[in-house]
Each structure stands twice: as C-alpha cells, then as structure tokens.
C-alpha cells in the first residue's frame, strides 16, 4: 500500500464511512482493495472506532459493494464530493 497525505487518508475514511459509497469507488480513486481499506481503518482510527465500524459495514446497514445496490443508488454523489480538491471522481466530466 503506498503512502497517502494526511488529507488523502481523511477522504479514503470519510468514504468508508458513507453507507453509499461501495468499497469500488475507494478502488477506482485511491487503488486500495476492501482489505486495504480495513487495515488502513484499523490503522487510523480508534480500537473502539474501528470494531464500530467493521460492524456497521458487516451489518448491512450501508451498501459497500456495488453490486449490491440498487440501480438508483450507484449514482450517489456526496453533497460535498466537488469542492473536495483530490476527489478524481467528482472531475470526472
């Protein structure tokens, strides 16, 4: 895994967090496999932070892989992905 700016691992956190952001969009953007993005969430964040959100992601609650959304939500864009300036996607034409 190649090292990431402190703002750049702020956004790969933030993402893993949004329930509708599936684990490809982190791919595409950051090349980072699900098994990346947990170490890295295991990483940075708090023991107890982390056990919350391995949770959440395990539980079902969000939609962290695309193939398990519905048709409607593969377009989710966060209402602040363009003002994010390392955010490829939201440059994307």
Known sequence: MRAFSDIE????????W?????FDAIKSQ????QGEVEK????????SGFK???????SGVGVKHGYKAQ???LRF????QSAISLNK???RG
């Open 9 to 16: 691992k702020d956004r790969i956190i933030e993402m893993a």
């Open 18 to 22: 949004e329930d509708r952001t599936p």
């Open 30 to 33: 950051f090349g980072l496999s």
């Open 40 to 47: 890295l969430m295991r990483k940075e964040l708090t023991n």
């Open 52 to 58: 919350r959100w391995r949770k959440r992601v395990s």
């Open 71 to 73: 048709a409607d939500m």
């Open 77 to 80: 864009k966060c209402s602040r």
């Open 89 to 91: 996607i939201a440059k």
